[in-house]
């Protein structure tokens, strides 16, 4: 029995980002999880980039990088220790646990990898959900239209001033 940290899906699943229109982990939050400093992480993959074409790793762009601060990804440039930080996608990561070999590394990847399974499972039924959704839209869609047409008109109604009713006394 193992006795490092058990690693909790949701947490993998935060530390997940989509650049580029890729779902990547940044090296940061990869060594905090492979309980490593970043620069031991970068400095691994640097001594073996052959291994990591660029659809399995890449180095974010300045633009890419204030993306994330602004969108509270990241809370500031400041966590990234002033180099450009770099994301791997799912075969990158599954590439790491051949440069880092620690019983850590080991347990970390086969916990990522679970996650990024899991996540493509419920982006695909997420899919099949919303075609389903499309497809009886298109069914309906000219029966639905008289219903939708008509709620315009009780809007647009409701919105037009009315004479004011009650009592009123004529000026003699």
Do not use: C, W
């Not at 229109?21 to 492979?34: I, N, Q, R």
């Not at 620069?39 to 640097?46: D, P, Y």
């Not at 980039?49 to 990088?65: A, G, T, V, Y």
Request: hydrophobic share 45%; glycine share 2%; net charge positive.
């Amino acid at each position: 029995m193992s006795k490092l940290p058990a690693i909790r899906e949701k947490t993998i699943a935060s530390f997940i980002y989509f650049i580029r229109g890729e779902k990547v982990m940044l090296d940061t939050d990869l060594a905090k999880l492979y309980m490593v400093e970043t620069r031991v992480l970068k400095q691994a993959v640097r001594r073996n980039l052959r291994r990591f074409p660029s659809d399995f790793m890449f180095e974010l762009k300045d633009q890419e990088i204030d993306i994330l601060v602004s969108q509270n990804v990241i809370p500031s440039k400041k966590v990234l220790g002033g180099a450009k930080p770099f994301a791997f996608t799912e075969q990158g990561i599954a590439m790491l646990s051949s440069i880092l070999n620690s019983d850590v590394a080991v347990q970390v990847n086969i916990a990522i990898l679970r996650t990024f399974v899991k996540l493509r499972q419920l982006l695909e039924s997420h899919k099949d959900l919303a075609d389903k959704i499309k497809k009886l839209e298109q069914k309906y869609d000219e029966q639905f239209r008289i219903v939708f047409t008509a709620l315009q008109q009780m809007i647009k109604e409701d919105n037009e001033p009315r004479p004011k009713i009650g009592f009123k006394q004529s000026e003699i």
